[in-house]
């Protein structure tokens, strides 16, 4: 099945300055990359996502790159602000019609310092 | 707006009862999964429906657990009988059909002592 590995498990940066979280996958089939970002006593919330058929996509402060070839993809936050604090979590998938069931890393718990 | 709720949000039991946590989906969603969080495993898939069929309960174990869709706007998890190792945060959540995009609830913090 698939593995995904997540790094770091934890990440501290100074309000304004950029983060980047790295996730590499197993199963070269996964077509599918979202990243969720879950606060305190809640459930994981949908941030972005990217599919395989692109190698980048960007949000306002926030962008994701995958590379098929190497099999990773990244999270980029810009101009961080305290709000971003939390922990994010990469996962992969097959997109067909017969499983879409998530594999997630272990998480990376970003603290952004005022 | 649209959003799947879940129900308990916290229970606490004593190992040997049963519990039942139930699951609201996203009107018009027709995949439900569930997913249970711990510290150490981390979100790990239990079982999902599309449908209301069982597609996949290969990560739940069969002898305590059970996962079920009575219609299209409930599904509920239960395990008989609860044990201490069961404590964990147990999240739903749900998908439509023409995307991969999984919406999660807040979840239900179980704790069995």
């Known amino acids: 099945g698939e593995n995904v590995e997540q790094h770091p498990s934890t990440l501290s940066v100074q309000e304004g300055d950029s983060a980047v979280i790295k996730c590499t996958y197993s199963?070269?089939?996964?077509?599918?990359f979202p990243w969720y970002k879950q606060e305190l006593g809640k459930g994981p919330q949908l941030i972005i996502d990217?599919?395989?058929?692109?190698g980048e996509k960007k949000d306002q402060r926030i962008a994701v790159t995958l590379n098929k070839t190497a099999k990773h993809f990244s999270l980029h936050i810009t101009e961080t602000q305290p709000e971003d604090s939390a922990v994010y979590f990469c996962?992969?998938?097959?997109?067909?019609?017969?499983?879409?069931?998530?594999?997630f890393g272990s998480g990376t718990r970003l603290q952004v310092q005022p | 707006d649209a959003r799947v709720t879940q129900t308990p949000r916290h229970k606490v039991t004593e190992m040997g009862q049963e519990v039942t946590m139930r699951c609201q989906p996203i009107?018009?969603?027709?995949?439900v999964f569930w997913y249970r969080q711990t510290m150490m495993q981390g979100l790990e898939l239990l079982a999902y429906?599309?449908?209301?069929?069982?597609?996949?309960d290969s990560g739940m174990p069969k002898d305590r657990f059970s996962a079920e869709m009575p219609d299209a706007t409930l599904a509920t998890l239960k395990i008989q009988p609860s044990e201490p190792r069961d404590s964990a945060v147990y999240f739903c959540?749900?998908?439509?059909?023409?995307?991969?995009?999984?919406?999660f609830g807040p979840g239900t913090r179980l704790t069995v002592l």
């Open positions: 959540a749900s998908g439509g059909l023409a995307k991969n995009e999984q919406f």
């Open positions: 199963d070269s089939a996964s077509n599918y």
């Open positions: 990217i599919r395989s058929n692109v």
């Open positions: 996962a992969a998938s097959i997109r067909d019609t017969g499983r879409r069931a998530l594999t």
């Open positions: 009107l018009g969603h027709n995949t």
């Open positions: 429906f599309r449908n209301r069929a069982p597609l996949d």
